[in-house]
């Protein structure tokens, strides 16, 4: 049984969440630096939107490695790896004038902010009871998007005050610092060290007397089935081969479960991926006629609103596990029926529903968190790196092809640049998405009811 010693999971929950934190604003730092970074550099928007883009593309392609490694060197070393990672990455945006260094730059802070999250998502599961765990997966994502708003207005001042240099430099100096206090205080699982006692070989009392809020011990891992209730304690077994990449996607996708949670993530966060990364600026300005400091206000709700809704969402699909696929569906739904509105709305359309898009489109976002949850309940847990890595793989894909899909229609209609942009244009290009929702959702409800009948057949229940 746990004994109750509630101060340090969440100092080293705190740590790794703010270190997820940091990778946002390192995601993100761009955002609202665009007219600078074209200054800087002396490029055109087409280049510049290639920044978003690659670093999405390198985020997207490392999940599942990342996820690999993670299951193999555990959430410690990946976290600090990917702290590195964006120091180096911004320092190097920071100092250099060539637009391909700077390029050369994001891909270092995508890579480094590939290590964060999915690691972090590893280490709850280790300290913290399982029916806390969508509340505080939930608050995870929470101080994620602190960091969102951090990287949206005190860096934009901190650019124009200090200049590029002083302000990029900045943010790897905050990346570097909290990798070291996490060099010190995270640990893997209760009873191993951080990664200083590693090194060190000096195991201090703190993570000693750690050991006793452990989980139980450790079964089978490779060859039992996934748990519908609580993921199975699984280091490696000794002497035991973990199974390649092929054998791992085989066994987890033969899951109806894993393969639900993949749809899950697939179809809520997209759009206000999409919206945030890139198009939203551009939407609201040139489509819809306001003025980029509204504007920017305006994008700050979605924001609040993401905040408020991991609040609520946490202790509401833990209250309600058996119907969380459904809350997903259900705010999924209100996003697609949002831009639907929009999209089909006579002419411009009115401040009112502008609003009722940027509150309702990021729950999509606290929304997928719910994709970990599922996926948490049917993973053995020696695949949860892996498993977590797959998972997130599928928001980020569909909002990438989404990103690139909204700017082939503008480019198609003869609208790809701000000179050209109009509403009509606008319309059409975020149409794309409908697809992507009628896709996600028909596979959610085939995947809901195959993991329905694959859990009646095995006897499990969620708890
Ligand atoms: N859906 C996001 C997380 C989130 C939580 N609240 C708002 N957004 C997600 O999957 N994040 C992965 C990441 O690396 O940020």
Redesign the pocket.
């Known amino acids: 049984m746990r004994r109750v010693r509630p101060l340090l999971p969440w100092v080293v929950w705190g740590i790794a969440a703010l270190a997820y934190a940091i ?2 604003i390192n995601r993100s730092s761009l955002s609202a630096l665009g007219p600078a970074a074209q200054e800087h550099f002396g490029i055109d928007a087409t280049t510049l939107a290639a920044f978003p883009v690659i670093q999405l593309v390198v985020y997207a392609g490392l999940q599942i490695p990342v996820g690999m490694l993670l299951d193999r060197f555990g959430a410690t070393v990946l976290i600090l790896t990917g702290g590195v990672l964006m120091t180096l990455g911004q320092v190097v945006m920071a100092t250099v004038a060539d637009v391909r260094l700077a390029i050369l730059a994001r891909v270092l802070v995508g890579a480094g ?1 590939a290590c ?2 999915i690691s972090v998502m590893r280490l709850l599961p280790e300290w913290f009871a399982i029916r806390q765990l969508p509340t505080v997966s939930q608050l995870t ?2 101080i ?2 602190a960091g969102q708003l951090i990287s949206v207005v005190p860096l934009a001042l901190a650019v124009g005050t200090f200049g590029w240099t002083a302000g990029f430099n900045g943010i790897a100096a905050t990346a570097f610092f909290v990798s070291l206090v996490a060099f010190f205080v995270v640990r893997d699982r209760p009873g191993q060290g951080s990664a200083f006692e590693r090194l060190t070989g000096r195991l201090g009392r703190l993570s000693r007397t750690a050991r006793s809020l452990a989980t139980p011990p450790a079964t089978g891992v490779v060859t039992v089935g996934p748990p519908a209730t609580e993921m199975i304690a699984a280091h490696p077994i000794e002497g035991m081969r973990p199974l390649r990449f092929w054998a791992k996607a085989r066994r987890l996708l033969s899951l109806p479960g894993v393969r639900l949670s993949y749809w899950v ?1 697939f179809t809520s ?1 997209f759009a206000v991926n999409v919206f945030l990364l890139l198009w939203g600026m551009p939407f609201l300005t040139g489509g819809v006629g306001l003025d980029p400091s509204a504007a920017r206000g305006l994008l700050t709700l979605t924001v609040l609103s ?1 905040m408020f809704a ?1 609040l609520v969402l946490g202790p509401l699909s833990s209250r309600f596990i058996e119907r969380r696929v459904w809350i997903n569906v259900g705010i999924t739904l209100a996003i697609a029926l949002t831009w639907v509105a929009i999209i089909v709305w006579p002419g411009p359309p009115p401040l009112w529903l502008v609003i009722v898009l940027l509150v309702v489109m990021p729950l999509g ?2 929304a ?2 719910i994709a970990f949850e599922v996926s948490r309940s049917h993973t053995p847990r020696s695949f949860i790196g892996f498993g977590t890595g797959l998972i ?1 793989t599928a ?1 980020f894909t569909a909002s990438l092809l989404t990103i690139l899909l909204v700017g082939l229609v503008l480019d198609l209609q003869g609208a790809g640049s701000p000179e050209h942009y109009s509403l009509g244009a606008f319309k059409v290009a975020f149409a794309v998405q409908i697809p992507f929702w009628a896709l996600g959702l028909t596979m959610i409800f085939i995947e809901q009811r195959r993991t329905r009948r694959w859990m009646e057949r095995h006897g499990r229940t969620l708890r």
């Open positions: 990778a946002i902010d964060i999250f994502g929470l994620g998007q993530h966060p993401s991991g976002g606290p997928s968190m997130n928001g």
